[in-house]
C-alpha cells in the first residue's frame, strides 16, 4: 500500500472531517522519530515541527486551520 497515496487521502480527510465537525483550529500530529515516510507526509500536508519530546523521542508536527 505505500506510495499510492492512501495514507495522504486518509489524514487530509481526518483533518477536513476534525476542523469541520468539531471547529478545532491546530492538530497535532506526534510521530516516532526515525519514521521518515510519516515526517513527510505531514509537512507535504501542511504540518510544522514544532517541537521534539525528549522522552520516547517523539517529534511533535503542528497545522493550523
Do not use: H
Not at 478545532?24 to 510519516?38: D, E, M, Q, V
Amino acid at each position: 500500500y505505500r506510495n499510492r497515496g492512501i495514507g495522504e487521502k486518509l489524514l487530509r480527510g481526518t483533518i477536513q472531517y476534525a476542523v469541520n465537525a468539531t471547529r478545532l483550529r491546530s492538530l497535532i500530529a506526534k510521530i516516532k522519530k526515525g519514521n521518515l515516510p510519516s515526517e513527510r507526509l505531514c509537512k507535504r500536508i501542511g504540518f510544522k515541527l514544532e517541537r521534539e519530546e525528549t522522552l520516547g523521542s517523539i517529534w511533535c508536527f503542528t497545522i493550523d486551520r
